[in-house]
């Protein structure tokens, strides 16, 4: 079946750095999109980042522009999320999304915390 499995978050002082992994299985994985989202409590979940399925372009929020890199390894599975310049307001819990026809995966996500 179908498994997102997300990692790499953590605590990390403002202006510090992470990079998180989704690691995919149950699809064929260079033939879709890839998505980054976060969210917040009593917020609606937010798009981060979107990696195409072959060119690998990217694309981001403005929130994150210039400060976060969504990138794609098609032979192991994984689609990474490297953030720099963090900030409080990243704080959040981050999930990776597949959409796979007219379903959409998620993993189950990755809290991330910027905080000194």
């Known amino acids: 079946q179908v498994q997102l499995v997300e990692s790499g978050g953590g605590l990390v002082q403002p202006g510090g750095s992470l990079r998180l992994s989704c690691a995919t299985s149950g699809f064929t994985f260079s033939s879709y999109a890839m998505k980054w989202y976060r969210q917040t409590p009593g917020k609606e979940r937010e798009l981060v980042a979107t990696?195409?399925?072959?060119?690998?372009?990217?694309t981001y929020a403005d929130s994150v522009k210039g400060r976060f890199t969504i990138s794609r390894n098609n032979v192991n599975n994984t689609v990474y999320l490297q953030m720099n310049s963090l900030k409080p307001e990243d704080t959040a819990v981050y999930y990776c999304?597949?959409?796979?026809?007219?379903?959409?995966?998620w993993g189950q996500g990755t809290q991330v915390t910027v905080s000194s």
């Open positions: 999304n597949a959409n796979l026809g007219s379903y959409g995966y």
């Open positions: 990696i195409t399925r072959f060119s690998g372009v990217a």
